[in-house]
């Protein structure tokens, strides 16, 4: 029963970070888009190339690089039959994000399995609290970016991995293990992300070089087999989806990127940002960092299998810090691998607290540190949950006007932040997102809507009115003015309770810290604009006689 409560922690804490966090940003965009079309518009299976035009977003908004339509094909189909227990695509949305983030849920409890019979149960145990107290991928977990995907077919490939070489390396049902990690990987990294074909160099080189798996019975069918099928599949999906064949979207976006370098347009790191940032980032606990992973990989009964374990993530990362542009999503597939290693080191701790005094201050200092990363992680979630002022900014215009026909510009920034076709509720509503320059100076085509959400309402022509002001965040401040210490009536938090934390905050600001308290600032970010249609002159008005009444 206490396994059952531990374990329902992981999909617990992803739902409440889902809910707490329903709407999207740009990054997700491409997949929440296509999972909405297939849903709302089905798969045409004639006159393809206009149907797609008429009505796939991708066809308007291609991006740099066509992208796989698999992962949103797929969660379309889960997805399909829960349909008919929401009311509005607003939930559908958070529907779609559920089945994704339960996914991978049921991926890190399932590798939470292995570590039992690796480590122990009570290591088992201290992974649930490590990596549901971590925020970044509790709360990406349930987000439809490709890595999310692919996440879920990483974790299960590390659980057979560490099962493989937790039980020994001899048996059939070891081979077996090692053949469907191996497949997984391929797949992953032929479909989602290409960046994982490292990451099975790397646990192919560890496999040879330890367990010495059958080069023809494992290794080589496992490849080709994954290949053929990612292969196979994203070919025929995407080419289909594109109307352009053959089109293989993960080499595309390799040659673009990497081949010719274009990831470096949005920004270089140095080789040591994954290790001396993104990790400590990651995982978050500093107890992890400094004290429980050290101990996993160096105390002589756990070396071994954790060496197995962390070593190809280790070369992982190393080959991947080569690449000038990094981003964190790059690396999330090795953070369940560098909890269950930390996990194994607060085990040896907290199953002898009570024989050393050391060993019981570590325990409890483990405890403390835990705590605090949960509470960390729910005040990232709240300064996250309040960076989508453009999913804020239409939903409080659906509460504003709920008569049909009217017609609604989404500016840049909106489209970015939280604007989804699920968020276009309104049938009769026409919501238009052009892009073009030359068009956004015509003051003609202002003309054409009832309102604008928009970012700098001096750029829209004509006489636009601000309905209303969409706040979102803007920075931390350390020693924030009183007028920073404000009420965000736009988060999902009850205003009540950020009352209490606010009087709490203001009464240590003055009695103890001298001013000191970080302070979440919010500005704001979108503007509702609602266009004043002009009043009838006195000559316009129609000619009525004057009747006086004596």
Known sequence: MLDFAINALIPLVVIAHLVASPYTKVEESFNIQATHDILTHGIPW??????????????????????????????????????????????????????????????????RHAIDIAFGKTAGRWFILLQASQFHVMYYASRTLPNM??????????????????????????????????????????????????????????????????????IIPAGLTGAAVGLLTTVSVDSFFWQQFPLWPEWVGFYYNTILGKSADWGTESASWY??????????????????????????????????LLLPHLGFIAA?????????????????????????????IWTRRAKSLLYYVLSNVLIITTMASFMASAGLLYVSSSNYPGGQALHRLHQLDTTPGKRVFLDNLACQTGVTKFQQVRDTWVYDKTEDPDQLLTPLFWQNFDYVIAEDPKRIIGNWPIRETISAFAGVSIRAGEDELVLNPESRVPVAWQEQYYNFAS???????????????????????EREHAKPKLADLPDKKLTLHM
């Open 46 to 111: 004639s006159n393809t190339t206009a149907f797609f035009a008429d009505r796939y977003d991708h066809v308007s908004f291609p991006g740099s690089v066509p992208r796989t339509f698999t992962g949103a094909l797929i969660l379309a189909g889960l997805s399909r039959p829960l349909e008919y227990f929401v009311s509005s695509p607003e939930q559908m949305q958070i529907v779609v994000r559920a089945v994704l983030g339960l996914a991978n849920a049921a991926a890190l409890v399932s590798f």
């Open 320 to 348: 991947y810090s080569l690449l000038p542009h990094k981003e964190w999503r790059f690396i999330v597939y090795s953070i369940p691998a560098f909890t269950a290693v930390a996990s194994a080191g607060a085990s040896w």
């Open 149 to 218: 995907f692919a996440f879920t077919m990483t974790t299960v490939a590390m659980r057979q991995l560490l099962l493989a070489k937790a039980v020994g390396g001899k048996s059939a049902r070891s081979a077996n293990r090692r053949r469907l990690a191996l497949y997984l990987l391929t797949v992953a990294g032929v479909v989602f992300r290409s960046e994982i074909a490292i990451l099975l160099v790397t646990e192919t080189a560890m496999l040879v070089n330890r367990q010495r798996p059958s080069l023809m019975k494992e």
């Open 275 to 308: 290790f001396l940032v993104a990790l400590p980032r990651l995982l978050l606990n500093p107890m992890t960092i400094m004290v429980t992973l050290p101990m996993g990989i160096s105390l002589k009964p756990l070396t071994r299998t954790s060496q197995d």
């Open 507 to 529: 009464v240590v600001r003055r009695e103890f810290t001298k001013g000191y308290w970080p302070v979440i600032r919010i500005q704001p970010k979108l503007y509702i604009l």
